[in-house]
């Protein structure tokens, strides 16, 4: 499957810790940041691909699920350290779950919105990989 762990280098500090991204952070220019907070309990978030958007999520808070999809295969990577994003390339289906109270999951993308790099209907999306 087309995603990836990636460190995020981390400064510990007796006064706490530091977490930094900067581009040799993530493999693609940053053009949108964006997080997700106070997600009710059992709401769920995603629920689509990208044509060509790719996107590094990061739980700053807390722990939630991403599961994914590649058309072939089903993955699901449980985020929960600051300090490790999930790269996740283009035409990768993704849902986000089971977000734990007070969680925050910010995202790092090499695109600014566009509505139609966006596939929002899983079998539109199971049919472009066919």
């Known amino acids: 499957m087309n995603i990836k762990r990636i460190p995020i280098p981390k ?11 900067e581009k ?10 964006y997080y997700l907070y106070d997600v009710p309990a059992g709401a769920e978030r995603g629920g689509h691909a990208h044509i060509q958007q790719r996107e590094c999520l990061i739980a700053l ?10 058309g ?19 035409g990768i289906w993704r849902e986000l779950k089971n977000f734990s109270s007070g969680s925050v999951c910010l995202v ?18 199971l049919d472009s990989k066919a």
């Open 11 to 21: 400064i510990e500090d007796p006064r706490g810790n530091l977490s930094v991204i």
């Open 24 to 33: 040799e952070v993530v493999p693609f220019d940053i053009k949108r940041v």
């Open 61 to 70: 808070s807390g722990s939630f699920d991403v599961i994914l999809n590649d």
């Open 72 to 90: 072939k295969a089903e993955e699901t990577v449980t985020l929960n350290k600051p300090f490790e994003g999930l790269l996740i390339n283009e």
């Open 108 to 125: 790092v993308a090499s695109d600014v919105f566009e509505e139609a790099d966006y596939i929002r209907d899983f079998q539109a999306f």
